[in-house]
T-cell receptor, first 114, second 114 residues
Framework: GAGVSQTPSNKVTEKGKYVELRCDPI?????LYWYRQSLGQGPEFLIY????????DSGLPNDRFFAVRPEGSVSTLKIQRTERGDSAVYLC????????????FGPGTRLTVL | AQKVTQAQTEISVVEKEDVTLDCVYE???????LFWYKQPPSGELVFLIR??????QNEISGRYSWNFQKSTSSFNFTITASQVVDSAVYFC???????????FGKGTKLSVKP
């Protein structure tokens, strides 16, 4: 596709469960970012990949959050033992190189933890 | 520390009015980039503009214009002859040369009434 895609668009889960959120970046974009947006707030950085490696994971809130990008394209954000406070929209963005082409966001995954 | 401040939480205008959205940033980096995004009710973040810290030329794109002033650390966004379709939350964001992720402001909700 032409843009960044994310699946699922909505995810409802129960407290304590494990979830995986997927991001397909724009083809050829080497930089991939995960952000989290709570209601009424701007997006907050979680993790940044350059190629296959996590260049900066300083935004991950705790060790329940983990992300991978094994082949340098698709990325999966994994959340273990979900908590109600994890409820938010999780946004993925990609860029052709670091900051040279702007950053293009996907539609997001709305995660609701009951 | 990097910070973006959007002091206007909500603005309401009548169609065809001009409106300016304010953005003030803080960074110690000498090289940095500034962005504006639009987030309509559908939720997807739409990239509007990216400027680097060495280019203070103002930019105009149709009804949109941006005023970048390093002396006041501001990057304001003006919509001329606003339209109902301009109703959205607008985010200003910053990335410094020393890091890879966007720092967002809290956003300004613009309502344009017919």
């Amino acid at each position: 596709g032409a843009g960044v895609s994310q699946t699922p668009s909505n995810k409802v889960t129960e407290k304590g469960k494990y979830v995986e959120l997927r991001c397909d970046p724009i083809s050829g974009h080497t930089a991939l970012y995960w952000y989290r947006q709570s209601l009424g707030q701007g997006p907050e950085f979680l993790i940044y990949f350059q190629g296959t490696g996590a260049a900066d994971d300083s935004g991950l809130p705790n060790d329940r959050f983990f992300a991978v990008r094994p082949e340098g394209s698709v990325s999966t954000l994994k959340i273990q033992r979900t908590e109600r406070g994890d409820s938010a929209v999780y946004l993925c963005a990609s860029s052709p190189q670091q900051w040279t082409g702007g950053t293009f966001f996907g539609p997001g995954t709305r995660l609701t933890v009951l | 520390a990097q910070k973006v401040t959007q002091a206007q939480t909500e603005i309401s205008v009548v169609e065809k009015e001009d409106v300016t959205l304010d953005c003030v940033y803080e960074t110690r980096d000498t090289t940095y980039y500034l962005f504006w995004y639009k987030q309509p009710p559908s939720g997807e973040l739409v990239f509007l503009i990216r400027r680097n810290s060495f280019d203070e030329q103002n930019e105009i794109s149709g009804r949109y214009s941006w005023n970048f002033q390093k002396s006041t650390s501001s990057f304001n966004f003006t919509i001329t002859a606003s339209q109902v379709v301009d109703s959205a939350v607008y985010f200003c964001a910053l990335v410094g040369g020393s890091q890879g992720n966007l720092i967002f402001g809290k956003g300004t909700k613009l309502s344009v009434k017919p």
